[in-house]
């Protein structure tokens, strides 16, 4: 059963529709369960000012898409890749305990949500791709 709080996350589309205004763009799909993420970041004096996507996702892929639309503006470029590895690692050790400045994270990252590990990281994958981390 989906949870009220990830549905609440997921209705949350203020970040959702491309615009065309971007200085990185990725498509990636998840091979396991066909989850597709297309996104646009705006990346200005390596600092990311936007991000834009659109799914065609699953509920998990698209709340996590949606908060961390909101979280990247606040992610120092230069240890996204480092954050967002520990992260996947954290989560796949099933350690739940995740560092403050992800708090927002909390409701996805839980033992209920391990078998959506790659719907949940389809957005995190995309950024690091579009960057060329």
């Keep these: 059963m989906i949870s009220k709080e990830i549905i609440k996350i997921a209705s949350n589309t203020?970040?959702?529709g491309l615009n065309n205004k971007y200085s990185?763009?990725?498509?990636?799909?998840?091979?396991?369960?066909?989850?597709?993420?297309?996104?646009?970041?705006?990346?200005?004096?390596?600092k990311i000012?936007?991000?834009?996507y659109e799914t065609e996702s699953c509920i998990?892929?698209?709340a996590s898409a949606s908060l961390l639309s909101k979280k990247?503006?606040?992610?120092?470029?230069?240890?996204?890749?480092?954050?967002?590895i520990n992260l996947k690692n954290l989560f796949k050790?099933?350690?739940?305990?995740?560092?403050?400045k992800f708090a927002d994270f909390n409701k996805l990252f839980s033992s209920d949500?391990?078998?959506?590990?790659?719907?949940?990281?389809?957005?995190?994958?995309?950024?690091?791709?579009?960057?060329?981390?």
């Design 60 to 62: 998990y892929c698209e």
């Design 14 to 16: 203020s970040n959702v």
């Design 24 to 46: 990185h763009k990725i498509s990636l799909k998840n091979k396991l369960c066909g989850d597709k993420i297309t996104l646009e970041l705006m990346v200005l004096k390596k």
């Design 113 to 133: 949500n391990l078998e959506r590990y790659n719907c949940i990281f389809l957005p995190f994958d995309a950024v690091i791709k579009a960057l060329k981390l």
């Design 49 to 52: 000012i936007s991000m834009k």
């Design 93 to 100: 050790n099933k350690e739940f305990k995740v560092p403050k």
């Design 72 to 84: 990247i503006t606040k992610l120092n470029i230069h240890s996204i890749k480092n954050d967002f």
